[in-house]
C-alpha cells in the first residue's frame, strides 16, 4: 500500500524543482516506528516544523520552505489514510484542496483536504473516514476538511464562488484518479462559472475585501494576506489564469503575454518577503496569524536583520520593506486583472476615440497612441494624469500604457522637473476642478510623484512607529489633500458647511493643497521636519513659477503646520493673552484661514480616532476668537473685562428666556470669578446659574450634574462641592473606571470654601454621552464617591491598557513654568498613555499639597501630553522645594504604573 503523495506539487508562481530534504526521505519510517501510532505521528510532526524553523532562520529561501511543509504534510496524511481508509482506499480520493492544494503550507496555514466519494458509499467506509479524521485530531493536525460527492462538489461551487477557487486548486492525494477527473469536468467552464462570471465574481470578491481594509494596505497593522496588496491580491491572480487559460504557474502569463521577464521577477520577489513576513507571523506565534501586529513588527524586523540607523527605526526600515512591497503587488494585480478582462470580456473591435495625437481612449481606457510617446514626448507622462482628470467617465489607463510609463520613468530628471511646461501642467493638475485627489493616488502610485517631487519618494512607504499615525507618510499626505478636496467640492458641503464656506472664499486652493503635500515630506531626516519641509516647499514652489508671496505662504503653512492644533489643545484660549499672541503669530486673516483649513484636515487624514466633535467645536472656536482680534487690529487687543461682560450678557439673556431673574443671576455670579466668565460658554453659565439659583441660601450639600454641551462638542460633568484637593483625583479616577475620556477641567474656588469644577469628556469612542441613563449612572457613581471621608483612597481604575498602547514605552518629561498675570505654574506632563493616569496625578498633586485650577488633556496615540495648571498652599505658584517634591514624586508613581515597562 503505497504512502506516497501521487500528484506532485506546484506553485502558482513557478513549477520550481524541488531540492531534496533530508528529514522527508526518513518520515515514513519515523511514522511507522513502534506500537504508539500516536506518540510516532506527533513527534515526527514537531520534528519537522522544527526543522522548518532552523531552515528559517538560516536564511533559507522561503520558497522551498512553504513547499516542504507541503510536502511533509502529504506524507503525513498519505500514512494516516493507508493506516485507516481500509475498504474506502480504493473507492474514496483525499485531495488536497485551496492553498494546501497549491502546494503552499506556512507552519500554521489551514490544512484543507476534500474527501471524495462516489455516488453511493457503504457504512464501513463511513467508519473508516470516520477513523482517519480521529486519527488526525489526536496527532494534532488541524484539518479543514468537507465528504462531498462529485455532485456535491458542483452544487456548492455554483453557489459560493470561494469553494469554486478552492476546487480549482484540487491535487490528488490519494484514491482513485479518474474521481479527481470526475470532478474537474464537472466543475469545467461549461457546467459551473464560465469565465466571464468566474472573472466577475473574483474582482467583486477582491473589492469587498479591500473595502474591509479602507481600501489602503497603509494601515498601522495590516493583513498580510487580506489587505489591499497582500497574498490574496497574487492568488486572485492565479484563480483567473487558472480557470480561463489553464495557466497551471504565473510564469505561463508570460507566453501569454501578460506579462514580462521583469514583472514576474518582481511579483515573484514580492511573494517571496510577503511568504517570508507569514511564515515569520506563524512561526513567532504559534497560531495562524496573518496581522502584523506592532509587537510582531519589532521582533520580524529584528529577526530579518534590520538595526535602528540615526533617524530610523529598524521597524520602520522594515515596515517601509512591506508598504512597497504590497504598492508593487497592487499595480501588477491592477494591470494583469484588466488586461484579462480585456482578454475575458472583450468582445469584438475595439472602440477607440482619438484625443489628440500622444492620446486616445480605448475601451473606456486610456492608452498612448504609440509605444514611444513617452520617449518623443516626455511631458505626456503628466498630461496622462491630466487627460484622466478631464475624463472622468474612464475606467483607468489602459495596463500596456502604465507598463510603457514605467519604462521611461527614468525620463523624470532634473531637466524634466526645470521644464516650465511641466511646471504648467502639475499647476494646472493642482488648479483642476476635478479629480486632484484621486490622480495624485495614481501618480503616487505609478511613481512618477516620488520622481516628480523627489522628496516625496523618500515618504513613500515610511511609517512612524507609534499610535497617532495611523497611515505611511505618504498615504496620510494623499488623505490629507483628500480632506481639502472635499471642503471645496458642492457634494461634500453637508459634512462641514462652516468650512465648506470658507474653503469657497480662499483665493488659491492650490495653495493649501501644495502645503498638504509638503507638510510631513522631510519626516525621518532628523531635525524639525516642518522646519525642513518649509524649505522644500519654498523652493518647490518658486522653480513651479509661482509668486514669492504665494511660495512663502506655503512654506509659512508647511512650517507652522502644528500651530493652530497644540496651541488649542495645550493652552487656555480662553485667555485673551494666548488669543493676542497667536494672532502675532498668524499676522492677517488670509493666513489665518489657510491654517485653520489645513489643520483640521491634518487631524482628520492622521487617524480616524483622533477626530471628534470637541476638536471641531475647540478649533472652530479657536478660529473665531482669533478672527475676532485681528479685525480689532493687533494693535487694539481685547480687554478681559470686556470679554467677561459680553459673556455675562450673553448669559443673562438666555436665562432671561428661562425665566431666570436678572438679579437672581446676578446674586449667584457673585461667587464667580472673572477667570469662570472667561473659561465657560454664556449656554454653560446659564446652566450652572439655574442649578445653583434653585438651591436654598446656605445649601451646601454636594451637586453633580451631567450635560451635553453642543457647543463644546462633548458633555460636561459639574460638580458643586465643598472644595478639596482629593476632588480631582477622585473625580477623574471614577470618570476613567466608567471608560469617559477626560479632555479639559476647570476649577473654579467659590466664596465659603465652595468649588464649582467642570470637567469636559467624552466616551471611549469619541462620542458624547447619548443615553440619558448612563448619565444618571454617572452623576449617582460620582455623588457617592465624592461623599467618601477626607482620608478615603481615591477609587481604583481596573481598566487595562490597550495592547497597542502596552507595546511602546514613553519616558516621564515634566516641564515647569509660571504664569504671573494668574499666580499660577504651569505642569506640562508627557508620559504614557494609560487607564488611570489622571487619578495617578491627582494623588501626586494631592501629595504635594498642589490644587489643580485648570487641566488639559490632549492624547497623541500611546502619549499624553497633559497640561496642569496648579496652585500651592498659599494660593500661589509652587516654591522652588515644591516642584522639587513633585516631579520626583510624578517620576515615582507614574513610571513605575507604566504598563509597557511591566511588559
Known sequence: MSATPVDGLESGLARAALPPWPFLE?????????????????????????????????????????????????????????????????????????????????????????????????????????????????????????????????????????????????????????????????????????????????????????????????????????????????????????????????????????????????????????????????????????????????????????????????????????????????????????????????????????????????????????????????????????????????????????????????????????????????????????????????????????????????????????????????????FVVRNLRRLALPRFAHEFPDLTRLMEQIPKPELAYLAALFHDIAKGRGGDHSELGAVDAEAFCLEQGLSRYDARLVAWLVRNHLLLSVTAQKKDISDPKVIQEFAHRVGDQTHLDYLYLLTVADVRGTNPKLWNSWKSSLFHDFYERTKRALRRGLEAPVDREELVAETRAAAAELLVRDGVDRAHAESVWTRMNDRYFLGHTPAEIAWHTRLLAEREAGDVSPVVAVREVAERGGNAVVTYLPHRRHNFARTTALLDQMGLNILDARITPLEGGLSLDTYLVLEDTGAPIGDRHRAAAIEQQLWRVLQLPEDATPPAVTRRAPRQARMFSTPTQITFTEDPLHQHTIIELIAGDRPGLLSEVGKVLLSAHADVVMARIMTIGERAEDVFHVTGENGGPLSDESRRLLEDRLHEALDRRDPTRAA
Open 26 to 478: 526518513s518520515l515514513p519510517a519515523a511514522l511507522r516506528s513502534g506500537d504508539d501510532r500516536v506518540g510516532a505521528f506527533r513527534g515526527a510532526l514537531a520534528a519537522g516544523d522544527a526543522s522548518l524553523r532552523q531552515r528559517f532562520e538560516e536564511d533559507e529561501p522561503i520558497e522551498a520552505l512553504v513547499r516542504d511543509r507541503a510536502r511533509m504534510v502529504d506524507v503525513v496524511l498519505c500514512e494516516a489514510w493507508a493506516a485507516h481508509a481500509g475498504p474506502a482506499e480504493k473507492d474514496v480520493a483525499l485531495v488536497a484542496v485551496g492553498g494546501y492544494g497549491r502546494g503552499e503550507l506556512h507552519p500554521c496555514s489551514d490544512i484543507d483536504v476534500l474527501i471524495l466519494l462516489p455516488k453511493s458509499l457503504v457504512f464501513d467506509d463511513h467508519a473508516a473516514i470516520e477513523r482517519f479524521l480521529t486519527f488526525l485530531w489526536d496527532i494534532g493536525l488541524e484539518i479543514g476538511h468537507s465528504v462531498r460527492t462529485i455532485d456535491d462538489c458542483q452544487r456548492e461551487s455554483a453557489a459560493d464562488v470561494s469553494v469554486a477557487s478552492s476546487l480549482i486548486e484540487a491535487r490528488r492525494l490519494a484514491g482513485p484518479d479518474f474521481l479527481l477527473q470526475a470532478m474537474r469536468r464537472a466543475l469545467a467552464q461549461d457546467n459551473v462559472w464560465s469565465s466571464q462570471a468566474f472573472f466577475e465574481a473574483k474582482v467583486a470578491e477582491q473589492q469587498a475585501r479591500h473595502h474591509r481594509y479602507h481600501d489602503t494596505a497603509y494601515n498601522l497593522e495590516p493583513n498580510v494576506k487580506a489587505s489591499p496588496g497582500g497574498l490574496r491580491d497574487v492568488q486572485t491572480i492565479g484563480w483567473v489564469a487558472k480557470r480561463h487559460f489553464g495557466a497551471e504557474t504565473l510564469d505561463e502569463l508570460v507566453g501569454h503575454g501578460f506579462l514580462t521577464a521583469a514583472e514576474l521577477r518582481k511579483l515573484r520577489t514580492a511573494q517571496a518577503f510577503l511568504w517570508k513576513v507569514r511564515f515569520a507571523l506563524h512561526t513567532l506565534t504559534g497560531r495562524r496569524e496573518d496581522r502584523l501586529l506592532f509587537d510582531h513588527q519589532v521582533r520580524i524586523a529584528k529577526m530579518f536583520g534590520y538595526e535602528d540607523a540615526t533617524y530610523t527605526l529598524a521597524v520602520e526600515q522594515f515596515m517601509q520593506r512591506y508598504y512597497r512591497t504590497v504598492m508593487d503587488v497592487s499595480l501588477l494585480n491592477e494591470m494583469l486583472l484588466q488586461l484579462f478582462r480585456e482578454a475575458i470580456l472583450g468582445h469584438g473591435e475595439a472602440t477607440i476615440v482619438p484625443l489628440n495625437a500622444r492620446f486616445q481612449v480605448r475601451d473606456d481606457y486610456l492608452e498612448v497612441t504609440a509605444d514611444d510617446v513617452f520617449a518623443r514626448h516626455p511631458s505626456a507622462i503628466l498630461e496622462l494624469f491630466r487627460l484622466m482628470q478631464e475624463q472622468p467617465q474612464l475606467r483607468g489607463v489602459r495596463a500596456t500604457t502604465i507598463r510603457a510609463l514605467g519604462r521611461h520613468l527614468w525620463l523624470i530628471d532634473e531637466e524634466f522637473r526645470q521644464n516650465p511646461r511641466h511646471h504648467r501642467l502639475f499647476l494646472d493638475f493642482m488648479r483642476a476642478p476635478a479629480g486632484v485627489t484621486h490622480e495624485l493616488r495614481r501618480m503616487n502610485l505609478y511613481g512618477v510623484l516620488g520622481r516628480y517631487i523627489p522628496a516625496f519618494g523618500r515618504i513613500v512607504g515610511r511609517m512612524q512607529y507609534d499610535l497617532f499615525h495611523a497611515y505611511t507618510v505618504d498615504a496620510h499626505t494623499l
